[in-house]
């Protein structure tokens, strides 16, 4: 090989397929041992150019893709996960796996495009409902209806990427990288629930910058900080999808499921997001907010969204497809450019699995 082996390059594969030591190992026809050794001292112990063929192969990733440079990394504590508790070690690494891999696609797109400058504030100590209102503010937005969160982001100098885990267990995640903001959204879930991860997640860059939640520090008799700072970015998102005198201006005077779901196209939200944003703006009364949540669970409304929207993509991926077509690369091509598969290209590119 006239590169070298690169053993975090295994490590990133194997994480993304979600595989230990012994699956892989058992996949190649190796040891457990062998490849531990390969991902903890490949640079002084590679594996023959026969062994790393069948880890390819197992892993469904280019040779070529082994023997590259280290790619950034992105370490766990950076990253805040809100279903810690329900997601397993495998599905955390796989999503963290993906966000390194984002750093491949950008630092390409970076090298051959002029992208948005980043216009986020340090609003670090500032209440969630007044940060929202001063970015509403600064953005220029004022109460209208965001019509596509993720545009808006990326306008702003947002790298915004998807994750295609195939779980529910997996939240969207946000970290700054180089005074760069980057957001990984979940494409398993809503079209609704996405916009709200989007949100969520730039109220962590905003309230939360170069720190991860879990160093927030909790208010005084708080249990959790994360807790704290989870609950900080669900009111921030709330507040900047849901303009506090837009809805008020909005909700009828007898509020009933009905009317909440004819409303939340008003926003782009879920039923259960705006029934929320109705009890924080004291428009429904605790009654009220209890009956309304209950209903909606019976008609299935936490699950299945009513009036489902569109679901948001990228702007910027599909500004840049048809412009590296014109230099002669196709998606397939433009995967092998950057030496990774095309499903892990098409996944962070809002795309759909091409075969």
Do not use: C
């Not at 007044?130 to 596509?148: F, V």
């Not at 990427?161 to 946000?174: G, I, P």
């Not at 180089?178 to 997640?201: G, Q």
């Not at 708080?222 to 009111?235: K, N, V």
């Amino acid at each position: 090989m006239d590169k070298e082996f690169n053993p975090d390059r295994l490590k990133i594969a194997r994480l993304r397929r979600k595989l230990t030591y012994k699956e892989l190992a058992a996949s190649v026809g190796l040891t457990s041992k062998t490849i531990s050794k390969y991902e903890n001292d490949g640079f002084n112990n590679p594996p023959s150019s026969e062994s790393l063929s069948k880890l390819a192969k197992v892993l469904r990733y280019p040779v070529q893709f082994f023997l590259e440079d280290n790619v950034d990394e992105l370490p766990t504590e950076a990253v805040s996960f809100r279903a810690l508790s329900k997601m397993t070690a495998a599905h955390r690494d796989a999503a963290i796996s993906a966000g390194r891999l984002g750093f491949i696609v950008n630092d390409y797109i970076n090298s051959k495009f002029k992208l948005p400058r980043q216009e986020f504030k340090d609003l670090r100590g500032i209440e969630s409902e007044a940060a929202a209102e001063y970015m509403r503010d600064y953005w220029a937005l004022g109460n209208k209806k965001i019509s596509n969160v993720v545009h808006l982001l990326e306008s702003k100098g947002a790298r915004v990427f998807s994750l295609a885990e195939n779980t529910l267990d997996v939240d969207a995640f946000s970290f700054w990288k180089e005074n760069i903001p980057f957001i990984f959204l979940n494409n398993k879930k809503s079209a609704e629930r996405s916009r709200f991860d989007s949100a969520h997640e730039l109220g962590h860059l905003l309230l939360h910058k170069h720190a991860s939640p879990f160093d927030s520090e909790a208010p005084a008799g708080s249990l959790f900080s994360t807790r704290y700072a989870e609950q900080q970015a669900d009111d921030f998102a709330s507040a900047f999808l849901m303009p506090a005198k837009s809805v008020i201006d909005a909700a009828p005077t007898f509020i009933t499921l009905e009317s909440v779901v004819e409303l939340k196209s008003k926003w782009g939200v879920s039923a259960v997001s705006l029934i929320v944003r109705l009890k924080k703006l004291n428009l429904i009364t605790d009654w009220q907010y209890r009956r309304l949540m209950q209903e909606a669970s019976i008609e299935g409304y936490r699950k299945r969204e009513p009036k489902p929207i569109e679901r948001e993509k990228s702007l910027i991926f599909e500004k840049i497809l048809p412009l590296l077509a014109d230099d002669g690369l196709s998606v397939k091509s433009f995967a092998t450019e950057l030496k990774l598969p095309i499903d892990e290209v098409t996944n962070l590119m809002f795309m759909p699995r091409l075969v």
